[in-house]
């Protein structure tokens, strides 16, 4: 196990980053923990604290960018490379369906019966 991203806040306004992830020495496998985090977000290993979760990467997002001063480009950049990403995505969960796979999906916070129907 490896920690990508740990924030903690202490008080009001205080809030720190952590991680076992160096960029520079790692930086081919970006594409990897980006595939890596959307097949949990779309499967039952999500966790069941999706609204939470997401909330949060929002709002460092949002603060990122808001930081930024290369807000527009970074998020053209983001657009591009996520509509890329959801275009491969959606093409592999259709070709899984077309090979016969079954694909389930649970909404937020919903997990899937303990028991066979």
Known sequence: MKKLLEVLQYGENEIRFNTEFDVHKN?????????????SMTTKLWGGNEMSVLAIIRALCIADLAVSVNRKDMIRQLDEESEAMAK??????????????????????????????
Do not use: C, D, N, Q
């Open 88 to 117: 491969m995505f959606f093409e592999t969960m259709e070709a899984f369906r077309r090979g016969g796979g079954t694909l389930m999906t649970f909404g937020p916070g919903v997990s899937p019966s303990k028991t066979k129907s």
């Open 27 to 39: 930086v081919e496998t970006l594409p990897a923990i980006v595939l890596g985090a959307a097949m």
